[in-house]
């Protein structure tokens, strides 16, 4: 806590500094969907990586339409040995936008990637349909709160640009 309370000192942007008793990162991520203030939220651990546009483009494209209510981009993974595995969402005229349940769908069949890092939510819509990270679950939680969120999201747009990597390492939860 005192490191990230120096950072907010020194921050150019505003910064909130919360803290509570470690109870896993399903907790942590709910608390921060509580205490948000802005009308949209992200998730990104300490070692992905966002290209400088990651936010203001999935905000554009979330903002094109009042109805879409989350905004996903292409991703890579990235290796300990510098290589990267892009995962590029679909591409295709006129088909910037899918209706939430039709994209969810799209999930479910693995038309479409989205991970936990490359997806913008509209705050207003978790907090009204209580899609939070379940914090029982110890493994794929962040699966069961996306296929949620694309359940009850009315549309969901898709940037193809690739915004956002996810740092693969021996290190991770998931290994």
């Not at 910064?15 to 109870?23: A, E, M, T």
């Not at 921060?32 to 483009?57: C, Q, T």
């Not at 009204?128 to 962040?142: H, I, K, P, R, S």
């Not at 915004?163 to 693969?168: D, G, I, K, R, T």
Request: proline share 5%; aromatic share 8%; with cysteine.
């Amino acid at each position: 806590p005192e490191i990230c309370h120096r950072f907010k000192e020194n921050s150019p942007v505003p910064i909130r500094v919360f803290s509570q008793q470690n109870k896993r990162q399903s907790a942590a991520r709910n608390l921060g969907i509580n205490k948000a203030e802005g009308e949209y939220v992200v998730f990104l651990d300490s070692d992905d990586l966002a290209e400088n546009e990651f936010i203001e483009k999935l905000v554009r494209a979330a903002e094109k339409d009042p109805e879409i209510d989350i905004s996903c981009c292409s991703y890579s993974l990235l290796f300990k040995d510098g290589s990267a595995k892009p995962r590029r969402l679909p591409s295709e005229p006129g088909k910037q936008s899918l209706p939430g349940r039709e994209a969810l769908i799209s999930l479910l069949e693995e038309k479409l990637e989205v991970w936990s890092g490359s997806a913008l939510y509209r705050r207003n819509i978790l907090l009204a349909n209580d899609v939070l990270y379940d914090e029982n679950m110890t493994m794929g939680q962040d699966i069961d709160f996306r296929w949620r969120a694309f359940f009850h999201a009315r549309k969901v747009s898709l940037v193809p640009d690739l915004l956002v990597h996810y740092v693969q390492h021996d290190h991770s939860v998931t290994r």
